[in-house]
């Protein structure tokens, strides 16, 4: 194994295109970039701009992080906690979810961190000349000998592989689906639009004070979720490291309401439609460490306004995740309701399964890259469906309906040893890389089977013996031309 920041990666290394900058696309760049392998990464923004709220992490990434040498920056940028607080629309404590016997599972705490923060860990790792800003993607070539994207400012970039990492509305997905389609390869269920979930406001406040905002400055987050039983809202909020909060409202959204927003099909997390929305929630109310009186309208006047942004989502988990040299990864093959908060962990995991396989990738044929994105889909796409099934099951349980009441009922109630499973379960899947040095894991509860890792560790040792076996064989002197005397 390699703990060098730029190895000579021992496959056939290809050129990669990564499609999108978001956490997926950069956690994959950090990736090749720690493999050695060749990438260059497309925004189609013209300055990065890390917009969105609060992600909640636990031993999925705790050892990737571990094994990249970043997990003590990430545990200095973020918070600790050990329970999610509930509450009804009228701040009257509901329930809690004690998320401590977790802990011992996976030898890891659940950790709170700005999405912005996160961002920008991983974006200051990684060489800003292999970052193009302002690349539109307008074609796609998925070639036998090759791929290409061409962008709309004219400029174009060849390569081996091409991964689609640009978020649900993915040009990418939208190319290799006319590419399998024309082929006879895509299934009818993936030609059809993704179906809207909820409507998503989110935001991080300024740095806030204490004496105004009691939850702020403590050692541990304060994670709180409200729901009404009213209203088609629920809301959260989170404390940071920075003493700011994250905050998130999803309007959840019934047949009718869906229709309704219909024209706003906007998949960029941007602050063009978020005013209304800020308007229509301002009263919504928070603990705020038992401060009555304190609404979501207190910190969404502490926000910047650039910096909150309002979505429509989608959810959905396509079939076809990839064809020839493209392939897909995240919201751009798997998009989760945010009420889970699985989209970015989902991508995360995704990054670490498709970088295992592209470093061992043993030619640049077609037939050897297909060949390595089927490995990653069949380890990732039942993991992605049930994440999905999660998050539709939490869907259900916030429906302003009997059956919500239901299933809100039975999650306040849930039985300890229940509960326990549902950790071991979650807990179990604590994916590394295989090019890295393992970091050790000291859970009670042995991980999941990660066939990239065992499979592409093999092929890695193979091919860097192979490798080093070249490079030490001794070179056989040529023949010489010169006259002999005698």
């Known amino acids: 194994m390699s703990t060098s920041a ?32 060749s990438y260059v990464v497309l925004e189609k923004t013209k300055s990065i701009k890390p917009l ?18 970043i997990f003590e920056e990430f545990e200095s940028k973020s918070l600790k906690y050990d329970e999610i607080r509930g509450y009804d629309d009228n701040c009257n404590y509901v329930s809690k979810l004690d998320l401590r016997p977790g802990v011992p599972m996976t030898d890891s705490e659940w950790r709170i961190v700005s999405r912005p923060v996160l961002y920008d860990m991983i974006y ?90 009691p939850d702020i400055g403590k050692d541990l987050c304060s994670f709180e979720s409200m729901s009404s039983a009213t209203s088609p809202y629920t ?20 047949e009718k309401s869906s229709k309704e927003h219909d024209s706003f099909r906007n ?61 897909l990864m995240g919201d751009a093959c798997h998009k989760l309701n945010p009420s889970g908060g699985a989209g970015a962990l989902s991508a995360i995991t995704d990054a670490i399964c498709l970088a295992n396989w592209i470093n061992v990738i043993p030619s640049l044929a077609v037939k050897d890259i297909e060949s390595a994105f089927k490995e990653y889909y069949n380890e990732r796409y039942p993991l992605a469906m049930v994440a999905y099934r999660s998050s539709v099951a939490l869907g259900k349980s916030l429906e302003k309906n009997t059956a919500g009441a239901i299933a809100r009922y039975m999650k306040s109630h849930l039985p300890k040893w229940l509960w326990a499973m549902y950790l071991k379960k979650m807990g179990s899947y604590r994916p590394q890389v295989s090019f890295l040095d393992p970091a050790e894991d000291k859970g009670t509860v042995r991980p999941k089977g990660q066939p990239s890792l065992a499979k592409t560790r093999i092929l890695f040792e193979a091919l860097l013996k192979k490798q080093q076996e070249k490079a030490s064989s001794p070179k056989v002197p040529a023949a010489s031309t010169d006259p002999v005397v005698v």
Not at 6 to 27: D, E, K, M, Y
Not at 52 to 69: D, E, H, I, N, P
Not at 235 to 254: G, R, S
């Open 267 to 327: 998949s960029d997390w941007g602050p063009e439609a978020a005013e209304a929305m800020a308007l229509a929630v301002r009263d919504l109310p928070i603990p705020n460490g038992g401060k009555s009186g304190t609404t979501l309208g207190h910190l969404i006047d502490k926000t910047d306004k650039n910096f909150m942004s309002k979505v429509v989502l989608e959810e959905k988990v396509y079939k076809s995740w990839y064809g020839g040299r493209t392939v």
């Open 52 to 69: 969105g709220s609060a992600l909640s992490l636990f031993g999925q990434v705790t050892y990737l992080f571990r094994q990249l040498g």
């Open 235 to 254: 809301w959260a909020t989170f404390t940071t490291k920075q003493n700011t909060f994250c905050w998130m409202v999803i309007e959840h959204l019934n």
């Open 6 to 37: 730029n190895p000579v990666s021992p496959g056939a290394n290809p050129h990669v295109i990564i499609v999108g900058a978001g956490i997926g696309g950069l956690t994959l760049a950090l990736l090749l970039e720690r493999a050695g392998v």
């Open 124 to 213: 200051d790792k990684i060489p800003k000349e292999k970052i193009h800003l302002n690349k539109r993607v307008v074609s796609i070539l998925n070639g036998d000998v090759g791929a290409r994207v061409d962008c709309t400012d004219g400029s174009t970039f060849d390569g081996d592989i091409i991964v689609g990492a640009d978020g649900a509305y993915s040009p990418v997905r939208q190319s290799l689906f006319k590419w399998l389609k024309k082929n006879n390869k895509l299934p009818s269920s993936d030609d059809v639009p993704m179906p809207y979930c909820c409507v998503c406001l989110v935001g991080q406040t300024e740095e806030l004070d204490p004496k105004e905002f």
